[in-house]
Nanobody, 127 residues
Framework: QVQLVESGGGLVQAGGSLRLGCVAS????????MGWFRQAPGKEREFVAA????????VYADSVKGRFTISRDNAKNTGNLQMNSLKPEDTAVYYC????????????????????WGQGTQVTASS
């Protein structure tokens, strides 16, 4: 079992920045891929970014590429999502997620690859 707890959400003006954190417990942090997803009201949960178990590989949704940066610190059991140049359309509940294994493949952007989820943190970018 892995428990994930997000932090760092809030209200920010468009163009501003936020840094989300995710603390993991229950399993060796380096044993899984970590991802970030988001869900806006009335919409399906969508992929934002993912990072491999050792931080050597990352992938981003086109909508956030160049603005968001995912990172992890296995020694501290933490992951982060740095969000810059926020837009109103980035408003959503953001979820930290973890896979069962270290496997990194073309399906890593799919929600079905992740079996552990945090409770979510609200991010609101006002225009």
């Amino acid at each position: 079992q892995v428990q994930l707890v997000e932090s760092g959400g809030g209200l920010v003006q468009a163009g501003g920045s936020l840094r989300l954190g995710c603390v993991a417990s229950g399993r060796t942090f380096s044993s899984f891929v970590m991802g970030w997803f988001r869900q806006a009201p009335g919409k399906e949960r969508e992929f934002v970014a993912a990072i491999s178990w050792n931080g050597g590989s990352t992938v981003y949704a086109d909508s956030v590429k160049g603005r968001f940066t995912i990172s992890r610190d296995n020694a501290k059991n933490t992951g982060n999502l740095q969000m810059n140049s926020l837009k109103p359309e980035d408003t959503a509940v953001y979820y930290c997620a973890a896979t069962r294994t270290r496997s990194w493949n073309t399906e890593i952007t799919a929600t079905s690859q992740y079996i552990y989820w945090g409770q979510g943190t609200q991010v609101t970018a006002s225009s």
